[in-house]
């Protein structure tokens, strides 16, 4: 089981722009499963692979209750989007904090499965923000970017106070 260093924000690294996979071959399949064993061991519910410091647009999720439900999403785009949800996140690249946010509360994406086959997926709630949530990380995007700038610096302050402590 190989588990990937997550990337942990301020890192300049979380804000580089993922390119798209052109063939999905043993090598994209590896990486999804340490991708995956990242996740689950970390533990969390979705993992970018601009998190681990690969910028390519593969994200995975598993928001089932049992943990054994791996989704992933190759090149993933969101062709429709409605309602609204707030709901609190959290990422495995900023540890410790949660802060509500607004995404859309059902999304439906197309993106290519682990064997290359092209693929719509629709979601609500949980895994739509999810969704969402991993694509901004394709992006360059982190969620707190999405709050308030005082918010911002407050995180931005206690992370940095946490890492003097353990240092």
């Known amino acids: 089981m190989s588990k990937l260093t997550i990337l942990l924000y301020?890192?300049?690294?979380?804000?580089?722009?993922a390119t798209p996979v052109l063939?999905?071959?043993d090598e994209i399949r590896n990486l999804i499963k340490d991708m995956g064993d990242t996740m689950y061991g970390a533990p969390g519910v979705g993992l970018a692979a601009t998190q681990v410091d690969?910028?390519?647009?593969?994200?995975?999720?598993?928001?089932?209750?049992?943990?054994?439900n791996l989704r992933v999403f190759i090149n993933?785009?969101?062709v429709e989007a409605n309602g609204?949800?707030?709901c609190e996140e959290g990422c495995l690249s900023v540890p410790g904090i949660?802060?509500?946010?607004?995404?859309a509360q059902h999304v439906r994406v197309r993106a290519l499965d682990a064997t290359g086959a092209t693929f719509e997926h629709e979601a609500d709630g949980l895994e739509a923000v999810c969704i969402q949530h991993e694509m901004d990380h394709l992006e360059g995007k982190v969620f707190v970017e999405r709050l308030s700038r005082m918010k911002q610096q407050r995180i931005l302050a206690k992370l940095k106070k946490r890492q003097r402590d353990t240092e």
């Open 10 to 17: 301020p890192d300049k690294r979380l804000h580089t722009v």
């Open 23 to 25: 063939r999905v071959n």
């Open 54 to 68: 690969v910028h390519q647009r593969i994200i995975v999720i598993d928001t089932s209750p049992a943990r054994d």
């Open 76 to 78: 993933p785009e969101i």
């Open 84 to 86: 609204v949800a707030d």
């Open 98 to 103: 949660y802060e509500k946010t607004q995404r």
